[in-house]
């Protein structure tokens, strides 16, 4: 408080002549008054009215106190014909301590007078002679308990969530009525009439800062300046909104090099401890940013949210940048939405479950900024947005958690195949789980590589690589992608996004396949010969689209897709018929999801019984009608048809000829491998490989246990060398496994100089 003591006084030398004038009768009987008040003290409190009329819980540059603090206070008013003597009442906030404070010896409040007491927890008495309370008021909003020395209450209070220097109480002539004053009037009557519903309101009024926001060479002084004369600022720069935890602004915020500050929020308290971790947060120091946020405020009214993120002396990134930030509580504490947090670690103690409550699979929102900076450091977004953690296993089992981000006033602009679409919602991707562990992010490669490269769209999300910084520290490279939501089948399929179900995806989820339209059951009994089945097979499902699906799972050999049970699949259907789309046609079809677990052991030389192709021709499972196996489960049955056989096998051989040409991955590959590498090596040191559940797939990439190490670069080329290998061997080994399971098909294709 001492810090705002030089600041002018903005009341007026009225108000505060009316608070000398009730101060205790030490005052009085300088006055000549020491007789009259022994007449005070032979009345009945009975015959007397003193109510709570006035506090200020939240006084920041308003009423002095004689020792120059800016208390906060409470004013008594006395509003009959007679004074009151208040020596042993009590004013309390507490109502199971009613006699909390208890007013000394000699206090008097005058006929139709008022009395100032200062509610900031001293328990003295200053120069002047006013009382300062042994409690404090709660700027959130609590309740005011005036209590008679016969333990009779005299008056209650409550007031509600406090704005800064506005003053809450009884209008003039309304005792009944309580509400907010414009301008506080302490020691002299309240207004007449309240301050109109400012809560609804917004000011209009922006902050703003004297350097732009991106990266400078050496520390500098950040001024903040309102637009409107007559405003405070509160900023805040640990993440938090102004609003809610600012410091008022009085000299310039120092902005400087963060990047030996300890790292705060990279814990392993994001990670469940029952996880198969794959990663650990590593020990050497990342870059930092400080992220300053600031609002205006004037007669109770916050404007907008205004943020700006800096750098110092960090390295320069030859991605864009993203900057996040939340209150770090709602990010990091112990219900955070990023940790595993209390409650699991509660249910911990009674369960080994990999799936108990963590806050990080709660699906909580919370309220956070975004900027985007271009690779020039131009800042070309910012807004206020909504924060989800997304995903599913990565929730609980990776540090790089997904983010799902909701712009509130703005758009992003993502080009997908030379066209612009404008996105209000979009996910930050991190690594993701399996294979990725070592950054290679092959999920995001072969969804922008199937953009342009399949012939038949399987709604791949696409995504833009950045370097996010999540609150205020480096966390890596992320994606910015496409969500699964009415934007994605807009722009893939021109349809309407309302009109959409899906098994498997978050846009208007049936709560079951049966419920949905999907009768697993006659697909389970499906005759490939007979010309009804067949007919209701085309009629239900668009079979070239789950052929290419499928070929897509089956060429990249994905562990964790859609040939695997149970996992990873969503189909999607339009419930209404528009004759002019052809994928408003309400048959299923499925979405490329989740290729994480992709480009491993093309030969599969590591788990030869989980050879695809094998699989498809002899899988005889039963798959209790789940609908994830229904790709999987029609091409089963329809190898059935001798016809289907051949145009199954002649699909996947245009595929790899076309779609899935070795010379074309590869060299797209390297063109993403290029782009990542010279940010690899900073987002490589923030972790550390650890051994785990999932030291199988270890030994698929390198036929080796698992082993803990420190990631290098040679371990990230050694993975990217690997998938290149894989590109190179697959269609080779694929063809094979054609040859070894449907020779007759192969010979046929063979025959007519299509293979």
Known sequence: MSAFAARPNPWPKRALAAVAVVLPVAALAALGGFLLYQDWQARTESDTTVQITEVCAKNLTGLQDADGRYGDWIELTNSSGLPVDLSGWQLSDDPHDPDQYVFPQATVLPAQGRLIVWADGLDYQDSAGALHLNFALNGDGESLYLTSPDGETADVLSFPDQEWNLSFGRRQGHDDELGFFASPTPGAENADSF???????????????SQAPGSY???????????????LIFYTTDGSDPQDNGSLYSTAVKIRDRSDDPN?????????????????????????????????????????????????????????????????????????????????????????DMQLPGNNISGVEIDGTLELFDTDGTRILADTVQLQISGEGSRSQTLQKSLSVELDDSQYTMTIDGVEYE??????RGAGCGATYLSSYQDAFL???????????????????????????????????????????????????????????????????????????????????????????EANFDLENIVQFVICNLV???????????????????????????????????????????????????????????????????????????????????????????????????????????????????????MLTPEEPLNLARQEAKASGWNWLHQILYGEPFAEFHVEMADWDSIMDGMIEYMTQRNTALTGDLWAYLEPEMTQLQAEGLI
């Open 423 to 428: 996105l209000e919602e979009f996910t930050l």
């Open 195 to 209: 301050l109109e519903a400012w809560d609804n309101e917004t000011l209009d009024c922006s902050v703003e800062f």
């Open 556 to 674: 990249t050999n994905n562990f964790d897709g859609a040939l695997v049970p149970n996992h990873n699949v969503i189909l999607w259907k339009t419930e209404t018929i528009d004759p002019d789309n052809p994928y408003a046609d309400g048959r299923w079809r499925a979405l490329i999801n989740d290729l994480d677990v992709t480009f491993t052991d093309p030969e599969n030389r590591a788990v030869p019984e989980q050879n695809r192709v094998q699989n498809l021709l002899e899988d005889g499972n039963s798959y209790g009608g789940s609908y994830t196996m229904a790709p999987k489960l029609l091409v089963h049955k329809m190898l059935g048809n001798e016809d289907f056989r051949l145009e199954f096998v002649q699909a996947i051989v245009e595929a790899m000829q076309t779609t899935y040409n070795t010379d074309q991955m590869v060299s797209a590959l390297t063109d993403w491998r290029a």
């Open 264 to 352: 705060e929020y990279l814990t392993q308290h994001c990670l469940n401890d029952t996880s198969p971790l794959w990663v650990r947060y590593g020990t050497e120091q990342v870059p930092k940013c400080t992220v300053v946020k600031a609002r205006a405020w004037q007669d109770g009214r916050w404007g907008p949210l205004c943020v700006a993120t800096y750098w110092v002396g960090t390295p320069t990134h030859t991605l864009p940048v993203v900057s996040v930030s939340a209150d770090p509580d709602e990010l990091f504490g112990s219900e955070g939405i990023y940790t595993s947090g209390s409650t699991y670690y509660t249910a911990r103690k009674y369960s080994l």
């Open 447 to 537: 969804s922008n590589y199937l953009e342009e490269a399949s012939a038949v769209d399987l709604g791949p999300q696409h995504s833009d690589p950045v370097i996010l910084y999540l609150e205020g520290e480096y966390w890596g490279i992320y994606m910015i992608r496409e969500k699964k939501n009415e934007d994605l089948f807009e722009q893939h399929y021109g349809v309407d996004g309302d009109t959409v179900v899906t098994l498997g995806g978050s846009l208007n989820p049936a709560e079951s396949a049966e419920a949905a339209g999907l009768d697993m059951a006659r697909l389970e009994a499906l005759d490939p010969n007979n010309p009804d089945d067949l007919a209701w097979l």
């Open 217 to 231: 060479g050496s520390a500098f002084a950040l001024t903040l300046t309102a637009e409107e004369p007559d405003t």
